[in-house]
């Protein structure tokens, strides 16, 4: 046998420490990676759900309103809370809580851990009325990850009930931030 046909150690631990360099950048935008896809199924559930809402609303009629749940059957009032799922129903006496003689339309979990929802103005119900309007003012929903500021989002729901997504430049103020907030 003819062993010179080999590698030798110093080649091997030349290829290995490529190797190394070669993971050490890539993981990095990996990650990145990973934390915007989470994002983007975050907000398109959201989005989702805001659909759910206000077509619900439309085609039955009524007073629906969407909330952060702190059960399947029950809403929070932390405005910060809207990462730990949300809660969609009927809400036939407008209290804006769900009642039991009230329907459950639809109640989601919370979102990937690394992500905030939080909302402005401290808003904890979005409610739509029958003709699909709006109900009270504006708001934005921004969704924050905890670590890549770059991946800001926010949603924009008008007056008129039309429902918009939008990109925060990583400098912008934000809810997600207490001592940022607006």
């Given at each position: 046998?003819?062993f010179?046909?080999?590698?030798t ?7 290995v ?6 993971t050490s ?13 989470a994002?983007a199924?975050?907000?398109?559930l959201?989005l ?9 609303a439309?085609t ?5 309103t969407?909330?952060?749940a702190s059960s399947?059957?029950?809403?929070s009032?932390d405005?910060?809370s ?8 009927t809400d036939k ?6 009642d039991p ?7 989601t979990t919370q979102s990937?851990?690394?992500?905030q929802?939080?909302?402005?103005r401290f808003?904890?119900?979005i409610s739509?009325?029958p003709?699909?309007r709006a ?7 921004y969704?924050?990850h905890s670590?890549?500021?770059?991946l800001?989002r926010?949603?924009?729901i008008?007056n008129?009930?039309r429902?918009r997504?939008e990109?925060?430049p990583p400098?912008t103020p ?6 940022e907030?607006r």
């Amino acid at each position: 046998m003819d062993f010179r046909k080999g590698i030798t150690l110093i080649e091997l631990m030349i290829a290995v420490a490529t190797l190394g360099i070669l993971t050490s950048l890539a993981i990095p935008s990996l990650n990145h990676l990973r934390a915007s896809n989470a994002m983007a199924a975050s907000l398109n559930l959201f989005l989702a759900q805001l659909h759910l809402a206000r077509s619900t609303a439309i085609t039955r009629e009524r007073h629906i309103t969407l909330c952060p749940a702190s059960s399947p059957t029950s809403c929070s009032n932390d405005s910060s809370s809207w990462a730990g799922g949300y809660l969609i129903f009927t809400d036939k006496n407008k209290n804006s809580e769900p009642d039991p003689d009230e329907e459950i339309v639809s109640y989601t979990t919370q979102s990937p851990r690394n992500i905030q929802i939080r909302s402005s103005r401290f808003r904890n119900r979005i409610s739509f009325l029958p003709q699909g309007r709006a109900w009270f003012s504006n708001a934005s929903i921004y969704f924050c990850h905890s670590q890549y500021t770059d991946l800001t989002r926010k949603i924009i729901i008008s007056n008129n009930g039309r429902v918009r997504k939008e990109k925060v430049p990583p400098e912008t103020p934000t809810p997600c931030n207490p001592s940022e907030g607006r």
